[in-house]
């Protein structure tokens, strides 16, 4: 029997290892069962090559948990090692001081390099044995323990089969690892997906002898596929493996490339409703079917986080603990492959499926406004695919029915950005040249501006998901000679130009008198009052908020900084008064001042109700005053 120390320059290797190695303690089974699977990939590739002879038996790993003696057990059937290896890799741990240690190794990938996993094994456990028997049947069987110190024992002991057998009796603060369902949240977690069957077993637990034994893992995942073997079928399935409650996803983008760096994976395109909630599911990210981490927001590009799925690369960096992402020319590398692959993915689909793809938009929109703000590469290719939905306007679809009878189906109309351009040429340009995009945040409250715009020959567009505010702003700046104004930003008359010389059939003193009788005060807003010269069949009065401190309070609701200034602050209203409209005519002749006042205050409340200003006591004051007024 051979006794000694582990070769390390200090004694406090091991505390520092149990502190610093890893960030979570549950950590360690993933180690031990990563081992053991590299150790029967590593016998299946000699057995290839014809350099381990005879036959493999069943190549599975085993974690069998005994409560009672309070040991966790990790078996495999692989490779296994000599004497001499394990003197080499479990004794020689050569590092100069637990000092440079941390200061050399705290930010490198050393796992895999220095073998460090197996060490993992004494933040729970207070000895840890190991029994191993190498492939090479010449080879004795060899027994090695450890307390947690420099101490070791290394001895020959009775031939066993081959590979390695782990025995960790767990220390007392590490009782939770003594549970059953503990051990199997961890394995589901972290080795769902690993190449060689894993079977748990309880010792506590009772089997019946007909009952079937079950590995916890699918060794062979869809990513590992070719494409071409898959079907729809396939991809859902996997979906729901991976998001059991989640709904059928949109579509996917199978990721495969060896060169110049090795990724694979699925990305799934989820449904997500207009006002999204936080997302629970979120990409996995794995590294040779293991799982690292599902933070991945520096492989991921950002406006992508939405997304569902996997991603598998070796070529991946992690830190000690494999928690976080370091700094690397290849995640930036991979960055802009997946951001490539799913502009690729999109057109393709805009290009075939175009009625498909303008169905799927509510949910698509989200990705493709965000992708456009914060990647160039993806705008270039984006400015394609993007779609606006007209907010008036239908497409009739004719339907064959199994009965062969035909039906018109009507669906939203959309454009493309350079589609939209071509539809308004003509009349959606300004004074300074720029094209002018007249959209809408809430078609059912802004119905009446639609039309009115609609009746002047504009088209306007759908822009009311969360993330338009921000969009519209970015894309004045991106997209050349562009302006967007939001339907109920002005009267019609002045959307596109604003027109000062409207001729009005008042005279000067009835307009002032008109205006004075709608100069009141409104709480919590700031109310500026015009009258002008519109058309006999506009509205006595529109309410408008001015473009730029609308823009101003949607970002601030959102965002801070600047912007959360202007949240603060009453909203900006322009009451319009069409002094064409005969109604004035019949109200500046009325003697009764407070009947005047009553049917004016009416009128601005109607134009206030369709801006949803109206609210609280001044709703309630109104429909008092409306009921007064059909005494």
Same mark, same amino acid.
């Given at each position: 029997?051979? %006794? ?24 360690f ?19 290839s090559i ?58 490198a $990938? ?19 044995e ?6 090479n ?10 307390d ?10 009775? %031939? ?5 057998k782990?025995?960790?009796?767990? $220390? ?12 199997k ?28 034994e ?39 983008i ?19 409703k ?7 599911? %979120? ?17 991921v ?8 799925g ?11 603990s494999?928690?976080?992402?370091q ?7 991979? $960055? ?5 692959k ?17 169905q799927?938009?509510e949910?698509l ?35 064959? %029915?199994?009965?062969?009878?035909t ?30 995009i ?6 059912v ?25 921000a969009?519209?702003n ?52 700031h ?17 408008t ?21 202007y ?28 009947k ?36």
């Amino acid at each position: 029997m051979q %006794k000694g120390q582990i070769r390390v320059q200090t004694e406090n290797i091991f505390p520092i290892i149990k502190k610093f190695l890893y960030s979570d303690h549950e950590i360690f089974l993933r180690e031990l069962v990563s081992n053991a699977t590299d150790a029967t990939q590593k016998l299946k590739t000699l057995s290839s090559i014809g350099e381990a002879k005879g036959e493999l038996g069943d190549l599975r790993i085993d974690v069998v948990l005994n409560a009672k003696e309070k040991t966790l057990t990790i078996e495999d059937r692989g490779v296994g090692m000599s004497r001499e290896e394990v003197d080499k890799y479990l004794n020689q741990v050569a590092f100069s001081g637990a000092e440079e240690f941390l200061s050399k190794y705290k930010d490198a $990938n050393i796992i895999g390099h220095f073998g460090l996993g197996f060490y993992s094994a004494f933040m729970v456990a207070e000895k840890v044995e190991v029994i191993t028997q190498s492939y090479n049947a010449d080879a004795a069987t060899v027994y090695w323990s450890c307390d947690g110190s420099p101490e070791f024992e290394l001895y020959e002991v009775e %031939k066993k089969q081959r590979g390695t057998k782990i025995i960790l009796h767990v $220390n007392e603060e590490s009782k939770e690892f003594l549970e059953a369902g503990r051990i199997k949240s961890i394995l589901e977690k972290f080795c769902k997906f690993l190449p060689i069957p894993i079977f748990f077993t309880d010792v506590a637990e009772e089997k019946k002898k007909e009952e079937e034994e079950k590995s916890i893992n699918n060794t062979n995942p869809i990513w590992v596929k070719k494409p071409s073997e898959l079907t729809k079928e396939d991809y859902e399935k996997f979906y729901r493996e991976l998001y059991p409650f989640g709904e059928t996803p949109l579509f996917w983008i199978h990721l495969n490339v060896d060169y110049p760096f090795n990724l694979t994976g699925i990305l799934y395109f989820p449904k997500i409703k207009q006002s999204y909630e936080i997302q629970k599911d %979120k990409i996995q990210l794995y590294s040779n079917q293991v799982f690292v981490t599902d933070e991945v927001k520096d492989i991921v590009p950002e406006f992508l986080m939405l997304l569902h799925g996997v991603i598998d690369s070796p070529d991946i960096p992690l830190n000690v603990s494999r928690s976080y992402l370091q700094g690397d020319p290849n995640v930036r590398k991979i $960055n802009n492959h997946i951001t490539k692959k799913v502009a690729d993915k999109l057109e393709e689909i805009f290009r075939n499926e175009r009625t498909e793809f303008e169905q799927k938009w509510e949910s698509l929109g989200l990705f493709v406004k965000y992708g456009m703000m914060t990647d160039e590469k993806f705008l270039e290719k984006a400015n394609k695919f993007l779609v606006m939905e007209d907010a008036v306007n239908k497409t009739s679809t004719t339907i064959t %029915k199994e009965d062969g009878t035909t039906e018109e189906k009507s669906t939203a109309k959309f454009y493309t950005f350079e589609e939209y351009k071509t539809a308004t040429e003509a009349l959606q340009k300004n004074k300074e040249g720029k094209h002018v995009i007249v959209y809408t945040t809430d078609p059912v409250q802004q119905d009446a501006y639609i039309q009115a715009a609609h009746a002047k020959g504009y088209v306007v567009v759908k822009m009311e998901t969360l993330v338009d505010a921000a969009f519209i702003n970015n894309m004045e700046m991106k997209w050349e000679n562009v302006h967007f104004v939001r339907v109920d930003a002005d009267i019609v008359d002045n959307l596109i130009d604003k027109q000062e010389n409207n001729d009005s059939v008042l005279s000067k003193n009835e307009s002032e008198e008109l205006k004075k009788l709608f100069e009141f005060p409104v709480n919590d807003l700031h109310v500026t009052v015009e009258v002008k010269g519109l058309n006999n069949d506009a509205p006595p009065v529109v309410a408008t908020r001015p473009e730029f401190m609308r823009r101003m309070k949607d970002m601030g609701a959102v965002g801070g900084g600047m912007a959360a200034f202007y949240a603060t602050m009453p909203d900006e209203v322009t009451l319009t008064v069409n002094g064409n409209h005969n109604i004035y005519q019949t109200l500046l002749k009325e003697s009764d001042i407070e009947k005047k006042e009553k049917q004016i205050r009416n009128l601005a409340d109607l134009a206030l109700l369709s801006q949803g200003l109206l609210k609280g006591a001044e709703l309630t004051n109104f429909i008092n005053r409306s009921v007064d007024l059909m005494k």
